[in-house]
């Protein structure tokens, strides 16, 4: 089982930069597709990114791409996600998830089993 913990988020103005960290325990962390996906207040949880087990194969939602970019070290079983040139409209809670069904699996962009709590991210204008 694995067990996913979001840190890196906060407050910043448009046009800034943060970078989201998600820390996974369990020993087949690198076998697992991982992503982020995001909730903003009265709208539903949206796909931002994902990242297969390698970190060869990545995928992002078209209103981040260009912008956000995911990647992982599976040496430190941590998977990131960099954003820059953040918009009032990137305000959201962030959440890391994990395709732990099975190893080697394509990342999905929406069939994900474990969910991490969610950092907070907000972007002022």
């Known amino acids: 089982q694995v067990q996913l913990v979001e840190s890196g988020g906060g407050l910043v103005q448009a046009g800034g930069s943060l970078r989201l960290s998600c820390a996974a325990s369990?020993?087949?962390?690198?076998?697992?597709?991982m992503g982020w996906f995001r909730q903003a207040p009265g709208k539903e949880r949206e796909f931002v990114s994902d990242?297969?087990?390698?970190?060869?194969?990545?995928y992002y939602a078209d209103s981040v791409k260009g912008r956000f970019t995911i990647s992982r070290d599976n040496a430190k079983n941590t998977v990131y996600l960099q954003m820059n040139s953040l918009k009032p409209e990137d305000t959201a809670v962030y959440y890391c998830?994990?395709?732990?069904?099975?190893?080697?699996?394509?990342?999905?962009?929406?069939?994900?089993?474990?969910w991490g709590q969610g950092t907070q991210v907000t972007v002022s204008s």
């Open positions: 369990g020993r087949t962390f690198s076998r697992y597709a």
């Open positions: 990242i297969n087990w390698s970190g060869a194969i990545t």
């Open positions: 998830v994990a395709d732990s069904r099975g190893p080697f699996r394509v990342p999905t962009h929406k069939d994900y089993d474990t």
